[in-house]
């Protein structure tokens, strides 16, 4: 056996080890993609809300204030009836506008049914409480 079928038989098996390794790291990114997948399906943490501010004395402040208050999400009229501001067509739709997108961010305001608002705290709150959260047995099933 001379050297060079020496060399090949070397080149060969690195060739192995290298697709082996390529194996083990297409697993392993299959891995981390079911990991993250399955973080999407989790209720967002409340970390988002005590991170960002609101300027104190802001509608949107008071806003927060009054349904820290209630402790229970808001219809905008109400929320209108508790900032002492006319409930006109106007003022609705900028005060409903404005935390819409706060809400659709994850900031702070989460919206609960049409022109109906709570806080994101009441949210984990709420899925605290609910013990059905787990997944049922039959989950991932064919039959029916």
């Not at 927060?64 to 208050?69: S, V, Y």
């Not at 900028?94 to 994101?120: E, H, I």
């Amino acid at each position: 056996m001379g050297i060079k079928e020496n060399l090949q038989k070397l080149v060969a098996k690195k060739q192995e080890e290298i697709a082996a390794l390529a194996l083990k790291i297409t697993e392993a990114k299959a891995y981390i993609q079911g990991l993250q997948d399955s973080m999407k399906l989790l209720p967002r943490d409340n970390s988002g809300a005590s991170e960002y501010s609101l300027r104190e004395g802001t509608a949107l402040a008071k806003t927060r204030d009054a349904l820290k208050a209630a402790g229970t999400p808001m219809t905008i009229v109400n929320i209108l009836k508790a900032l002492g501001k006319p409930q006109d067509k106007a003022h609705r739709l900028s005060l409903a506008g404005t935390l819409s997108g706060y809400a659709r961010d994850g900031k702070v305001f989460v919206k609960t049914a049409p022109n109906t608002f709570g806080l994101l705290e009441f949210k984990t709150v709420q899925a605290e409480m609910d013990e059905e959260g787990e997944i049922p047995e039959e989950f991932g099933t064919m039959d029916k």
